[in-house]
């Protein structure tokens, strides 16, 4: 069975994006992701527009780090690492199973830009070159057009469709999962 490690933590760089490790400064940032609708729009959960659940939600990230039972990356630019543009990260860790599930979200300013696609670029690389996973999911929104092209664009391919499998707010929605295997060598 995989045993994950993630200290010291696996800091990543892009061509324009350092993914580092998220600090308590970032939670003015982490409110913004846990309240703005827009941000929030494929993701049916409440909204947490206080300072204090954003504080809250860091600490949790980093037990489940400092447990080695997930991941999670701030995108920063390389020249400005106090600036969180968004996350990427890797839970529902499955090492018996060798497999993790791959979760990411995005500033609404820098989307279009490739900017998530390579994060995830490097976050594949780093799942299946130093993790030794087999496989990656994601799990979706199916109207979230722009998250299925990314994922399609690494290799990603739809498993299921689970429909009305998860409830919110008295409303059904439908949940994709897409997965990629480890390329073989």
């Known amino acids: 069975m995989l045993q994950f490690q993630f200290t010291p933590f696996p800091e990543l760089r892009t061509p324009r994006l350092l993914l580092r490790q998220l600090t308590p400064a970032d939670a003015e940032a982490m409110r913004f992701f846990r309240s703005d609708e827009e941000f ?4 049916p959960r409440e909204k947490e527009p206080s300072l204090l659940q954003a504080q809250q939600h860091l600490r949790l990230l980093a037990e489940l780090e400092a447990a080695n039972e997930a991941i999670t990356w701030a995108l920063s630019w390389p020249q400005q690492p106090t600036v969180l543009l968004g ?14 599930e791959v979760g990411y979200g995005l500033h609404p300013d820098f989307s279009g830009q490739g900017l998530m696609a390579e994060a995830l ?13 087999h496989s990656l999911e994601a799990q979706l929104d199916p109207d979230n057009a722009a998250s299925i092209r990314l994922l399609r664009k690494y290799g990603f391919v739809q498993e299921a469709h689970y429909r009305e499998n998860y409830q919110f707010r008295g409303q059904y929605f439908d949940t994709a999962v897409y997965s990629l295997l480890t390329p073989h060598r």
């Open 121 to 133: 670029q490097a976050v594949i690389s780093y799942s299946f070159d130093q993790l030794g996973l």
């Open 87 to 100: 996350t990427i990260c890797l839970w529902h860790l499955q090492p018996q199973h060798h497999r993790a």
């Open 40 to 43: 929030l729009r494929y993701i």
